[in-house]
Nanobody
Framework: VQLQASGGGWVQAGGSLRLSCAPS????????MGWFRQAPGKEREIVAA????????YYDGSVKGRFTISGDNAKNTVYLQMNSLKPEDTAVYYC???????????????????WGQGTQVTVSS
C-alpha cells in the first residue's frame, strides 16, 4: 500500500495551501491518519492527526488554530488545510496511517504503518 500526498507548493507568508492524501493500490482499514513534516536538519514531527473511531483530532501547538485536518474514513483519504502560513512551516509534509490500535497515541512515527512520499511546502517571508 502506498499513500499519495499532493498539494504542496510555494506560497508567501500569510497564504494558504491544502494538502491531500489518498491511497494507491489496495484499500485498507486505519484507526488514525496523520500529517508529519520534516524540515532540513530536523527530525520528522507530527503536525496533525485524526482518530476515525473516536472522532477526535490532534494538533501540534505550533499549528493549532491555523491548520485543519479532515478526511473520509471509508476512503482513507485525509486533507490538511493550512492557513496563515509562516516561513517556519517550510518542510516536506508526509501523510501516514496507523492500521493497528494504539489508543490516542499520535506522536511517534513508529506507530504508523503506511507513509506517503512527501510533498514540499515552501513559505517565503
Amino acid at each position: 500500500v502506498q499513500l499519495q500526498a499532493s498539494g504542496g507548493g510555494w506560497v508567501q507568508a500569510g497564504g494558504s495551501l491544502r494538502l491531500s492524501c489518498a491511497p494507491s493500490g489496495r484499500t485498507f482499514s486505519s484507526y488514525v491518519m496523520g500529517w508529519f513534516r520534516q524540515a532540513p536538519g530536523k527530525e520528522r514531527e507530527i503536525v496533525a492527526a485524526i482518530n476515525w473511531n473516536a472522532g477526535s483530532t490532534y494538533y501540534d501547538g505550533s499549528v493549532k488554530g491555523r491548520f485543519t485536518i479532515s478526511g473520509d474514513n471509508a476512503k482513507n483519504t485525509v486533507y490538511l488545510q493550512m492557513n496563515s502560513l509562516k516561513p517556519e512551516d517550510t518542510a516536506v509534509y508526509y501523510c501516514a496511517a496507523q492500521t493497528k490500535f494504539h489508543g490516542n497515541s499520535y506522536l511517534y512515527t513508529g506507530l504508523y504503518d503506511y507513509w506517503g512520499q512527501g510533498t514540499q511546502v515552501t513559505v517565503s517571508s
